[in-house]
């Protein structure tokens, strides 16, 4: 039997970037294919507090679709664990678990789904067409509070994606901000929450540093290149595109080691992509979910272990065009997988800067014990 749940499935719709303007033929050169690749194929994995939202009506259903472990698969007719992701730094961690799945290496059988959106993985986890996801952290939070507890979050995959990005490297420290003007996206969400909290912290005012929004990161990266004093923010692996289409370019602060130093004793972390599971596929499934844990801390470690090889993965499976994009940007991506009480510190320390900030942001309330999976 299927419960329905009233939920809010249009969240925070991410906005996909576009990365050109880096070339030396002008302000109106066409795009280079790289440029292309990252503005076609790659969204932002932040999103946009309760105001950019539509309500929907859509139904949390259990499902009773079958976990896939060995013991279990033998006489079950059991069907795979069906696994969503964005076309992003999120996916990047998948990428060697994708092809050993593929190629039937793995405990599990699998079923992947990559999407544009953070919205579409929402509406198929609340309708039960997924059992995992990998999702912008806040847009867990706000699935969590919106469906009263049917998902849970099993792991943080990626933690801060965000650099400054400026042709000056003797920009090291939030200090260093202080009277400058600073080109950015994300206006109203998590981008714009993380350079509040950072610059807070760091003793710098409203007044002290000045965030000029845009609506894509081309925008910022023309700014970038127009103009050799211009401060940026970008995510990778759009920073890292900026770079390699302007040598004059440097990634000269990354925002996560910054909000690290504020936070010494691990008590918050910055969280880009958390991956969760529907509660009802948890509790039938166990199992294959701490199966799928084992799978994806291995994959993780293997974009850090063979990063070239990682890097033609994440190209063949066409989150980048180019597998030297890849490998460039991907040690800059903060490709994680933290479980446990180290999980649970991490992301309510992060969810609760954003409270902070936007309630809306987290959907309301910072989520209960119960939204972590603590095996």
């Known amino acids: 039997m299927k419960k329905q749940i009233s939920v809010l499935t249009a969240l925070l719709t991410a906005a996909a970037f576009a990365v050109t303007g880096c070339s030396a033929s002008g302000d109106n050169a066409a795009p280079s294919a790289s440029s292309k690749a990252a503005s076609q194929e790659v969204p932002e994995e932040t999103e946009h507090s309760e105001a950019e939202s539509t309500e929907a009506e859509n139904t949390v259903a259990e499902t009773g679709s079958e976990?896939?472990?060995?013991?279990?698969?033998?006489?079950?007719?059991?069907?795979?664990?069906?696994?969503?992701?964005?076309?992003?730094?999120?996916?990047?961690?998948?990428?060697?678990?994708?092809?050993?799945?593929?190629?039937?290496?793995?405990?599990?059988?699998?079923?992947?789904?990559?999407?544009?959106?953070?919205?579409e993985l929402v509406g198929n986890i609340a309708n039960g067409?997924?059992?995992?996801?990998?999702?912008?952290?806040?847009?867990?939070?706000?699935?969590?509070?919106?469906?009263?507890?049917?998902?849970?979050?099993?792991?943080?995959?990626?933690?801060?994606?965000?650099?400054?990005?400026?042709?000056?490297?003797?920009?090291?420290?939030?200090?260093?901000?202080?009277?400058?003007?600073?080109?950015?996206?994300?206006?109203?969400?998590?981008?714009?929450?993380?350079?509040?909290?950072?610059?807070?912290?760091?003793?710098?005012?409203?007044?002290?540093?000045?965030?000029?929004?845009?609506?894509?990161?081309?925008?910022?990266?023309?700014?970038?290149?127009?103009?050799?004093?211009?401060?940026?923010?970008?995510?990778?692996?759009f920073a890292s595109a900026a770079c390699l289409q302007n040598p004059e370019l440097k990634t000269v602060m990354d925002l996560t080691e910054q909000w690290d130093l504020l936070n010494k004793e691990g008590?918050?972390?910055?969280?880009?992509?958390?991956?969760?599971?529907?509660?009802?596929?948890?509790?039938?499934?166990?199992?294959?979910?701490?199966?799928?844990?084992?799978?994806?801390?291995?994959?993780?470690?293997?974009?850090?272990?063979?990063?070239?090889?990682?890097?033609?993965?994440?190209?063949?499976?066409?989150?980048?065009?180019?597998?030297a994009m890849a490998q460039k940007a991907m040690p800059l991506c903060n490709i994680v997988c933290i479980t446990g009480e180290e999980m649970k510190q991490a992301l309510s320390g992060y969810l609760e800067v954003l409270s902070g900030q936007d309630a809306k942001s987290i959907g309301g309330t910072l989520p209960g014990d119960d939204f972590y999976y603590l095996p």
């Open 267 to 323: 008590n918050s972390r910055m969280v880009t992509g958390v991956t969760i599971v529907r509660t009802g596929f948890l509790e039938e499934h166990e199992a294959a979910v701490e199966q799928f844990l084992k799978d994806h801390a291995e994959s993780a470690e293997y974009t850090s272990a063979e990063p070239e090889k990682a890097a033609q993965l994440v190209a063949d499976i066409g989150i980048v065009e180019k597998a």
């Open 67 to 119: 976990a896939v472990s060995e013991e279990e698969k033998e006489g079950s007719g059991a069907s795979a664990v069906r696994v969503g992701s964005l076309k992003g730094p999120t996916s990047m961690g998948l990428a060697y678990l994708m092809e050993t799945a593929k190629n039937g290496e793995t405990a599990n059988t699998y079923e992947f789904t990559m999407a544009g959106k953070a919205d």
């Open 129 to 237: 067409s997924l059992d995992i996801a990998l999702v912008p952290a806040n847009v867990a939070s706000v699935l969590y509070n919106k469906t009263q507890g049917q998902v849970k979050v099993i792991d943080i995959n990626t933690l801060g994606v965000l650099y400054v990005v400026a042709s000056d490297d003797s920009i090291s420290t939030m200090e260093d901000l202080k009277g400058k003007t600073v080109y950015m996206t994300g206006k109203g969400t998590t981008p714009e929450f993380a350079m509040n909290y950072l610059l807070a912290e760091n003793g710098l005012g409203s007044g002290d540093v000045t965030m000029e929004f845009k609506s894509e990161a081309a925008e910022v990266a023309s700014i970038l290149k127009e103009d050799p004093s211009a401060i940026g923010v970008l995510p990778q692996p």
